[in-house]
């Protein structure tokens, strides 16, 4: 299974920015997922294996930006224009591109992501 380390979570004001990182053991298609309190799963954005192809959930596009650099095995999440009902606990997550936690093989720790008002 590849192994997952994110960072780059913390507070920010409602229309700021943040960016999340998650560096992989090995390079495969990702996604990354959040989570509020009370709430389930839900997806956010994937990447392919390539790169060559982005997926998004209708509440952030336009807003967020999923990326990677391949020499890195790190996949990206720009956040901007961020609004508090973005807030929840960050996870990256290895193995697909779809919008179904369960086709995923492998998930990072979790990172806080707060926004305020």
């Known amino acids: 299974q590849v192994q997952l380390v994110e960072s780059g979570g913390g507070l920010v004001q409602a229309g700021g920015s943040l960016r999340l990182s998650c560096a992989a053991s090995g390079r495969t298609s990702m996604g990354w997922f959040r989570q509020a309190p009370g709430k389930e799963r839900e997806f956010v954005a994937a990447?392919?294996?390539?790169?060559?192809?982005?997926y998004y959930t209708g509440s952030v596009k336009g807003r967020f930006t999923i990326s990677r650099d391949n020499a890195k095995n790190t996949v990206y999440l720009q956040m901007n224009s961020l609004k508090p009902e973005d807030t929840a606990v960050y996870y990256c997550?290895?193995?697909?591109?779809?919008?179904?936690?369960?086709?995923?093989?492998?998930w990072g720790q979790g990172t806080q992501v707060t926004v305020s008002s």
């Open positions: 990447i392919s294996w390539s790169g060559g192809s982005t």
């Open positions: 997550a290895a193995g697909s591109v779809t919008d179904t936690p369960a086709t995923y093989n492998s």
